[in-house]
């Protein structure tokens, strides 16, 4: 068949808009791009994400440095114009790196098919970042410091959260101040908010509560958000966890859930909590569940959208307890009753758990809730997979569910189509 002059000009416009959409004869386009840290190397691998299969492209100049040493985690700002790589810092750090040993935040502008630019270096009031989320709104970001400053010249045993303001048109963060503490040297307030032992994650809970996890007291520290991006202490100073080895703590309205550990080669167990006055956590109905009985180290923690009425718990497991086979990692799968927020397995037996790839570390849901990916630290990958809104049920993704990502992988995040 042969195309006149005129449609051979129709047909290579629509390609061009196709391309420029993002669109493809196999995929149904571009709905987000997926940012993966690696310690290895201080780089973010870009990826779009196929709406049609969930699959991985690597994003043009892909992968970018991170701007500083030991990327741990990241933020995307609501409407993915802005993302903010939280460097924990190392005392190897490279010459000129963001916060250099450390730590410090590297904001960065999400540009045309995903294309990351560096913008600035931020630091933090305390050592070593390891954490950060912004609130609803997207005008704060807290930064959560495994070390806060030093006092009179000694070093507190506690951590500390540093709150910025984000510019709305640039992404620059300013200082919050602590306007209920006041330095007991200077006089002057606090630049920074204190916690307590080891912090290593935070999230928002229902309330307008603030909740980190403190590995070293086996405790939640709450704080209430106020105006100005305020964190205003509360009755409940510190929550203690009936608890070995919590790992991770997520959050989803009024539902908090902690994983714990526990004892090496168990399978730990998720405890479900319901957020009470002044930030309080009561255990939720049933109390303590236990892990599948084949996953162990579970480390992750994160709720799937609402579809339905129905919602899932997702739980990222390092390890297995099977002596008969091989280690491997997986993500164990719940059903959370609407009305109690009892957890229940999902019905999938010889699956659920579902194998991810090695020493998975974080977990993510696309913007269009089809899709759940990890990130693996051991074999430096991302894993991919389809999800069941209906059933909860994990399969793989239609064409290959394994990307390959930058060395030792921490974190991940996902932006939107940017606005």
């Known amino acids: 068949m042969k195309l006149s002059r005129i449609g051979r000009i129709s047909m290579a416009f629509v390609v061009s808009v196709a391309i420029g959409l993002g669109m493809t004869a196999c995929g149904g386009g571009t709905i987000g791009f997926m940012w993966v840290l690696g310690t290895q190397y201080n780089q973010i691998t870009g990826f779009k994400i196929d709406d049609y299969t969930g699959n991985l492209t690597q994003v043009v100049h892909s992968p970018f440095s991170s701007g500083g040493a030991n990327p741990v985690d990241l933020v995307v700002l609501p409407g993915g114009r802005y993302v903010y790589v939280v460097n924990e810092g190392s005392p190897n750090a490279p010459q000129g790196s963001c916060g250099g040993a450390s730590g410090g935040i590297t904001e960065f502008s999400v540009g045309g098919g995903g294309i990351l630019t560096y913008q600035q270096c931020f630091t933090s009031q305390g050592t070593s970042p390891v954490w950060a989320t912004h609130d609803s709104t997207g005008s704060y970001l807290y930064v959560l ?175 297995t307890t099977n002596s008969n086979a091989s280690s491997y990692s997986s993500i164990s799968a719940f059903n959370i009753e609407p009305t109690t927020g009892k957890l229940s397995p999902v019905s999938d037996p010889g699956n ?68």
């Open 145 to 319: 410091d495994k070390q806060a400053p030093a006092v009179n010249g000694v070093v507190p045993a506690n951590g500390d959260i540093t709150v910025f303001s984000i510019a709305s048109d640039t992404g620059r963060l300013t200082l919050v101040l602590n306007q209920q503490v006041k330095d007991p040297i200077t006089g002057q307030q606090l630049t920074y908010f204190p916690v307590g032992n080891s912090p290593s994650m935070m999230a928002f809970g229902g309330g307008g509560c603030l909740l980190t996890l403190d590995q070293g007291d086996q405790a939640v520290f709450p704080y209430s958000v106020g105006s100005g991006g305020q964190l205003n202490l509360t009755a409940n100073s510190l929550v203690p966890l009936n608890s070995t080895d919590a790992t991770s703590i997520s959050a989803n309205g009024g539902g908090v859930y902690v994983t714990d550990a526990g004892a090496p080669n168990t399978p730990g167990q998720i405890l479900p909590f319901t957020v009470g006055t002044s930030c309080s956590l009561n255990t939720a109905n049933g109390g303590a569940v236990a892990n599948l009985s084949s996953a162990s180290r579970p480390t992750f923690s994160m709720t799937t959208a609402q579809k339905s009425g129905k919602q899932n718990l997702l739980v990222l497991n390092q390890s």
């Open 352 to 419: 659920n758990p579902y194998k991810s790839g090695s020493g998975p570390v974080c977990m993510v849901e696309d913007p269009t809730d089809q899709y759940i990916y990890t990130s693996n630290g051991v074999d430096g990958t991302v894993s991919g997979f389809q999800i069941d809104n209906s059933t909860g049920e994990l399969s793989s993704l239609k064409r290959g569910s394994t990307f390959t990502a930058s060395g030792q992988a921490t974190c991940l995040a996902i932006s939107p189509n940017v606005d």
